[in-house]
Every structure is written in structure tokens, then in C-alpha cells.
């Protein structure tokens, strides 16, 4: 099936320099109704983009961390209504900054604790540094390392256990590192580390042979090229090489902290084949009433997603697994219904239970998860599908 009204609005990014490359996949069921890739994996060694070309997943990770927790969740070994420090006892007694606080010491009891299902839908208090760069709390994450490559998620945990919350459990959404908080709960409930349940019960079912915490060597030149453009202006025309970003040699080598939030590398078609498959109901990975969790808003009523300094998004809410489109006609979307999520580098995911469509798409540009291609491809998209 041809997608003209995707292919030209993908064309336009790429004429325009917002990208050097991008492939997608759009899937009905189990039926595979385009893949296709545009532009380059390598501009300046003109290497054209290919469907075997990795990519550095960064958010896009947290799918297969919450999957991973919902399995074990299918397992009887938690509750979502569990308390965290449970399981992990670093996190049992964690305070709270007060409202307005400016001090990182200013802070008050948790009135409740951190329990799995905020660490699930961002309502949990933690934050990233990177969203709120010039905060106390952002300096505090920083100087606790927070996130560090040379640590284990244990000893992860350890130092996040000493740092406040930025508002009472449940309270608030916030985006933040509670999906790596998940993946250390993984590692404690099942045994594992999480690289090696990843493989065992997500990436061995699904037949994922692409999707890494650290590349093997003998696929690191399949690695596309990172870029970024401008952040002042990220609409400007224009991209430079970003392969040492965030850490030199990331992906390269193996790494002692597994992100659960962001670590992940993979490949068009191993992430579609995850996708897909929690559109056809979550099999092999998930019972069909597990995906109720995945594709139904979590949150209260009123609470929407919204990112440090940006507009609240109306009408957009958050299940166990990605963000929920509650209310349509806030923004672009495949529907009411849809579910989806993206990374820090441009790859992006969604699908629609009620519409029984799918999309996944990827691409390199480093901080740019937020360009109007996305928008722009759900919208052609639609018209293409209206169209056929």
C-alpha cells in the first residue's frame, strides 16, 4: 500500500534539514501495510538508511521496562499498589520538598509512599535533570550522579534514595527516571539483571534479535548517525554529528547501568514487532486484560502530561505504558484511544486499539522528539488511510 501523503510530509522534513534520515512502518493487525526509508543513516559518507539500521531508542526503552513490569505483575510477584521500598529499601522513607522550596533540604514527610503504580505513570515525584537544568533538584541529581553509565541500578537507587521528590506521590505528573526505578524493580523481582530478562521474556518471544543495552560488535556499523540541530532555534535549517552524545562510546560497550528508562538500542522492525503485538492484544507478552493497563488512562481525572516549562497537554493522559489520548481534538493523533510515546532522538511509537492501526518511526536527531514531523506524519497518515 502507498503512503504519498506520509512519504511528502517526511520529504519536507528532510529538504528541510530537520532530518537526515527516517524509516517507518505502519502495520494493520498483522498486516504490514508500508515500510519504507528515507534519506540517509550516514549523510556526510552517503550511506543510504536502511531497514536493517539501528537506532538509539532512549524513552522509547521505557515500553519494554513497563511490559517487563506488567509481567511481573501477571505473576503475582507485586501488586501496583505496593509500596516501592518494598522491594527496594532505598526508597522507603523519601521526603518531599515543600511547595516553593528553593533549598534541597527544605522538605516535609511523603504523606504517602512511592507505590508501583506511580513509578508507572510519572506520579511518583522524581524528575530528570536535564528538564529542569537550572532547578536545586536538577543540581542535586547531578552532584548524586544520578543516571551515571559506570553505576548499577542498585547503587543507582542507593543515591536516589537521598534526594527529595518534588511533590507528594500521586500528586502531580512529572517526567522523570521512575521508568529506571522500574527496571530495577524488574532486576529484584524476577532475579535477573535486566538486560538478560529483556532477552529472555520480551525480546526472545517477539523474535527481537536487533534491540540491545550494548551493541555486539559485529552490528556496531549498522548504528545510524546521530545529529542535532540548533536548540535555540530547532526549526532552524541545519544539522551537525552528535555521535558522542550523551557519553562518548555510548551503545558501543557494555555499560554497568541498564537503563530501564532510556538505554536501548534497536531496529525498526524489532521495535514494530513489539508494537504490533500490543495491538493484537499483548501476546506473547501480555494477557488481554493486562492490556487494559496499557491502553486506558491511569490518571485522575483533570491531571494531563505535562513537561517542565510547556503548556499542560489537554485531554493527553498517561496509562502503565505510554501516553493515552483521553480527549482528540487537543492535537494530531490516530484517534481517541491512541497510545504512544517517543525519544530523545526522534524515534517515536503509536497505536490505535479502536482504529486497530499501528505506526512506529524512526530517526536520529538528538533533543528532537518535539519537531512538527511527528504531528505531521500522524496527519498524513490519516488522510492516506482515509485515502486507500
Known amino acids: 500500500m502507498n503512503f504519498p501523503a506520509v512519504d511528502a ?24 501495510l508500508a515500510r519504507k526509508c528515507l534519506g540517509w543513516a550516514d549523510r556526510e559518507a552517503e550511506v543510504p538508511l536502511r531497514e536493517d539500521h539501528l537506532f538509539r531508542a532512549f524513552s522509547n526503552t521505557k515500553l519494554v521496562t513497563s511490559c517487563a513490569a506488567l509481567q511481573m505483575l501477571e505473576q503475582g510477584r507485586c501488586r501496583l499498589d505496593d509500596p516501592v521500598g518494598q522491594y527496594i529499601p532505598a526508597l522507603a522513607n523519601l521526603r518531599v520538598l515543600r511547595p516553593g522550596a528553593t533549598a534541597i533540604n527544605d522538605t516535609e514527610p511523603a504523606r504517602e509512599p512511592v507505590r508501583i503504580r506511580h513509578l508507572l505513570t510519572h506520579t511518583a515525584g522524581f524528575t530528570y535533570a536535564f528538564t529542569q537544568p537550572d532547578a536545586p533538584i536538577a543540581k542535586a541529581y547531578r552532584d548524586a550522579r ?21 511533590f507528594q506521590p500521586g500528586s502531580a505528573w512529572n517526567y522523570s527516571v521512575a521508568t529506571d526505578v522500574v527496571g530495577r524493580l524488574v532486576e529484584v523481582l524476577s532475579g535477573q539483571k535486566l538486560d538478560d530478562y529483556f532477552r529472555a521474556h520480551v525480546f526472545a518471544p517477539l523474535g527481537m534479535r536487533d534491540t540491545f543495552f550494548a551493541i555486539p560488535p559485529e552490528k556496531q556499523e549498522r548504528l545510524a548517525a546521530l545529529y542535532i540541530g540548533s536548540l535555540q532555534e530547532p526549526l532552524r535549517p541545519g544539522l551537525r554529528r ?43 507478552l501480555l494477557r488481554p486484560e493486562t492490556m487494559e493497563l496499557v491502553t486506558r488512562n491511569q490518571l485522575p481525572e483533570g491531571m494531563w502530561i505535562q513537561f517542565p516549562g510547556l503548556p499542560v497537554q489537554q485531554g493527553r493522559g498517561h496509562s502503565l505504558a505510554g501516553a493515552v489520548v483521553v480527549d482528540g481534538s487537543h492535537a494530531v493523533s490516530l484517534g481517541e484511544g491512541q497510545v504512544d510515546w517517543g525519544g530523545l532522538a526522534g524515534t517515536k511509537w503509536a497505536f490505535s486499539p479502536r482504529e486497530g492501526v499501528g505506526a512506529v518511526l524512526m530517526t536520529q536527531r538528538y533533543m528532537g522528539s518535539d519537531l512538527p514531523y511527528w504531528p505531521g506524519f500522524l496527519r498524513a497518515l490519516r488522510e492516506d488511510l482515509r485515502s486507500a
Do not use: C, H, K
Request: no cysteine; net charge negative.
Open 9 to 32: 510530509a517526511l520529504q519536507a522534513a528532510l529538504a528541510g534539514e530537520q532530518l537526515a534520515g527516517v524509516s517507518y512502518t505502519v502495520f494493520r493487525g498483522s498486516e504490514v
Open 146 to 166: 544520578i543516571l551515571d553509565p559506570q553505576r548499577d541500578l542498585a547503587q543507582t537507587m542507593e543515591a536516589l534514595g537521598t534526594l527529595p521528590l518534588l
Open 242 to 284: 552528535a555521535d558522542n552524545l550523551p557519553y562518548e562510546g555510548a551503545w558501543l560497550r557494555p555499560m554497568a547501568f541498564l537503563g530501564g528508562g532510556g538505554g536501548l538500542v534497536t531496529s525498526l522492525g524489532d521495535y514494530a514487532a513489539l508494537v504490533r503485538a500490543l495491538l493484537q492484544g499483548g501476546a506473547p
